[in-house]
């Protein structure tokens, strides 16, 4: 097989199952993460025979493709906020929105230091570790319910090398922390109703975790409400929430928001232009 192949191989075998933009995207990290091969490379080998070892884990990487397996979990990293993070079924993958909610949090405080910020519902740790990383000097903790989630935490936030304090606890139950403890909470929690999982992808809705992903039809600010009443307690005066929320309730949210004493509620839209997070002061 050639390099120039790949590509082709990739539409071939999978065209049926995603777009020509993800599968030449698919391709790229695939030569990127196995070749080590950049763009550039690709291009300038275009002729080039690839080793045998390449088209040997390139044929498992298809097969599982095939089965709708994310690349994420294949290659067992996922991009996020321009660094790789461990991922496996136990942890949701990073999605481009989660980075817009890194993001806004970094822009509101990068002038700040020493935040003491919480992240309810780490999963991987993408944003504790990313925030661990972006803003000055700050403490942040990351929690989770599940453990395995939190073991993959802990593994990514030692190859990143910054220091999060982990916690194992419900996001629905969360133990008694110290009053006016944290300046900052920030959640990216399950949100996604039952109703909607027809229009769920396979890859989605096959292989990541379902507990992360989806709240009942009847009480989907089940998770909302119960952050609200915990921020409300743990934050300091002035302190600010920050939540990823379903495009569908960004007007109910900030007025569960309101009902447990915060203020200044704002809806911001994400890059596809829907209602996407929710920022509040105590």
Known sequence: MKTREVAVVFRQRLGNQYSAAELDAMARVVMEEVMHYSPVDV??????ELPEFFVTRLENILCRLERYEPLQYILGFARFHGHN?????????????TEQLVDLVIDE???????????????SGCIAI?????????QVTGVDINNDALDVARENAEMLR????WMEADILEMPPLPAESQ???VSNPPYIIMSEKAGIERNVLDYEPHDALFVPDADPLLFYR???????????PQGRIYLEINRRFGVAVAQELGRHGFADMRVFKDSFGNDRFVTANK
């Open 162 to 165: 910054v220091r999060v304090r």
């Open 130 to 138: 990313s925030l661990a990383r972006a803003l000055k000097f700050p």
């Open 226 to 236: 119960a952050i609200a009443q915990f921020a409300s307690r743990v934050l300091v």
């Open 85 to 97: 993070f461990k991922v496996t079924p136990a942890t949701l993958i990073p999605r481009p929105e």
């Open 109 to 123: 405080n990068r002038d700040r230091d020493d935040l003491r910020v919480m992240d309810l519902g780490t999963g």
């Open 43 to 48: 291009v300038m080998r275009a002729d080039a």
């Open 183 to 185: 300046d900052i909470v």
